[in-house]
């Protein structure tokens, strides 16, 4: 009922920028929280980034000051700027939408994005 469409990792140098977006699409009733979490090999998945309906952010303490996350309700999307990326941030990147459908009104639910590669190194 609901798809969470990534796009925009790549590799990039030490030093570079990257914009990640992520797209829900589907029997949508409304959004709240959207998230961005990162897993590096070896890792658990960690939180980067959240924002909320009413535009309040959070961010990771690794990532504060380099990385900002921002939506754009109208077209059901988050995005994710990173800004000054280190080699330590290279990761599977994934979006989360807690998303109510027409359907089930009732409930707010996860939605996850098939995650996006990001590699920094020179």
């Known amino acids: 009922q609901v798809q969470m469409v990534e796009s925009g990792g790549g590799l990039v140098q030490p030093g570079g920028s990257l914009r990640l977006s992520c797209g829900a699409s589907?029997?949508?009733?409304?959004?709240?929280?959207m998230d961005w979490y990162r897993q590096a090999p070896g890792k658990e998945r960690e939180l980067v980034a959240t924002?909320?309906?009413?535009?309040?952010?959070n961010y990771a303490d690794s990532v504060k000051g380099r990385f900002t996350i921002s939506r754009l309700d109208a077209k059901n999307t988050v995005y994710l700027q990173m800004n000054s990326l280190k080699p330590e941030d290279t990761a599977v990147y994934y979006c989360?939408?807690?998303?109510?459908?027409?359907?089930?009104?009732?409930?707010?639910?996860?939605?996850w994005g098939q995650g996006t590669q990001v590699t920094v190194s020179s």
């Open positions: 589907g029997s949508i009733f409304s959004i709240s929280a």
């Open positions: 989360n939408a807690k998303i109510m459908t027409f359907t089930n009104r009732g409930t707010l639910r996860d939605y």
């Open positions: 924002i909320t309906s009413g535009g309040s952010t």
